[in-house]
């Protein structure tokens, strides 16, 4: 029986010397070595000279060479695991939210277009779903816009206002036979008279900014999502995270954990790379949360997609209602056109004094929810967890040293490991980002050759976030330039807007344009260029003359009792 004082030295003994209670030691290092799933026939049973240590301080170890070399890519592990469970929330909040939101807009469009077939299909029954083609490519393209096609929204639209007016004027003027040099002719004047009234400028306006605002946000949670994959830890580290994770291990002492102040200077060692992505990161993630309210609010894509076909068939209606007028401008411009064959010569208003007035869709009938939720859930969702991500780069040294796991805690600094042995670690901790590791005792930083990898990151982050700050004004940086060039009345991407919704203001008429002089018919074109781009067929004015036959009896629709009182082979 030993007394008490001598108990108390042969234990404190133990941990600086190997000889007295060498074996106790080396035991529970073995014991969670094999724990970690590796072979202990190369451990020491009781401590031994460090000579041969690299990594470690080379004092008395429980440490081959081999078992090392293998800690200290268990460090390296270790690490990683580390960065990828601090991060697992961004990188879920990322793919998550884009597959949600994603999924939401697809099915926002297919929704509208479904609607717009149901009330046209309800209207004019077999007229529509044999023209059905006429919006098909409507849709085909807003869909290649939001899928990232190089795909200008003012053309889509422009494009469509210009099949829709040849279309309607040609159903409202049925006794005449227009040949496509008339109708290239009713295209040219078609902006002066404005037949659909200030309704594309609306619509426009509403789907144009809806469209790139959600377009911007999906692309934006992407780029999160692969920022945050393609992180990588910085070069030079193992050494420092072998020392303070493991080498207490080696010395006989596995419970021991690294000081607060050591983890920190090496988690900001090689995490300086990473943590230069700050400043950009914060400007990416205060964009999202921007483009989001702008969804949430003016720029709401469930509104804008739900309100296509009811502006359609207003505009629709509008040029029903004010045919006579229009028709007769026209006539004056481009000249008197062709009696069809079998036909007498009759008013506009004779033609149409039977007319059906187009039926818009009821407040009950509109789809308001898609993919099981609806828009104001999932911007607040994403909202929520936005918040949280600002700084994130910067703090994660922080995060991972106050795991109880990875370091002691703050108020234990003199039973902790100092990266030699037990007691106070006493460097200043470093600043944040490569340039502050100047100083850095426990990481060699080449601060002269910066990480290209991050570099790449942060240029990543600069692109998205520039092409969500202009999403936040309507604008779409792929088509910025053209869009203001075309300055078209449809709403394109190149306008800013304000943050009224269009429609729900008062209205403001387009600036006075001269009137036709009739004196001075303009003459049709002899040949109608059907080979050219659609850009450069549009190119100068805001409704465009294209492909004619593609959208052959969209107007139909809307001029039932007409074609069914002057045109029987309608019926």
Known sequence: IYPPVLLCTLAALSWTWGPVTASRSCSETRHVYAEKGYSTNTA??????????????Q???CCSSQMEETLAHQSETDFLSA???TSQFLLTTFTQRHHKFDEFFRELIDLSEKSMNQMFTKTYGRLFTQNANVFQELFVELRRYYSGGSVSLTEVLSEFWSRLVERVFSLVNPQYQFSDEYLECVNKHAEQLQPFGDLPRKLGLQVSRAFIAARALVQGLATGRDIVNKLS???GCVRALMRQWYCPLCRGMPSLRPCHALCLNVLKGCLANTADLDTEWNNFIDALYQVSEKLEGPFNMELAADSIS???SEAIMH???NSIATSTKVFQGCGSPRLAPGRSRRSPKESGGNRRPFRTFSPEEKPTTAAGTNLDRLVSELKERLRPMRGFWVSLPHTICNDKNMAADVTNEDRCWNGQTRGRYLPDVTGDGLMSQINNPEVEVDMARPDVRTRQLIMELRVATN?????QAGQDTDFMDSEVEEGSGSGGGGERYSDDWPGYRPYSPPYSKPPLNPQTPIKPPRVRDRTGSKWNRSKG??????SRPAFFSLAVLFWLSVMVTVAPMWR
């Open 44 to 57: 020491p049973l009781t401590q031994i000279s460090g000579e041969h240590l690299r990594l470690c301080p």
């Open 59 to 61: 004092d008395y170890t």
């Open 83 to 85: 960065i990828d469970d």
């Open 233 to 235: 830890a910085g070069a």
């Open 310 to 312: 009811v502006k359609v």
């Open 319 to 321: 040029m029903q209602e």
């Open 467 to 471: 092409r969500l700050k202009h999403a």
């Open 541 to 546: 004015r805001s409704i465009s003359a294209v």
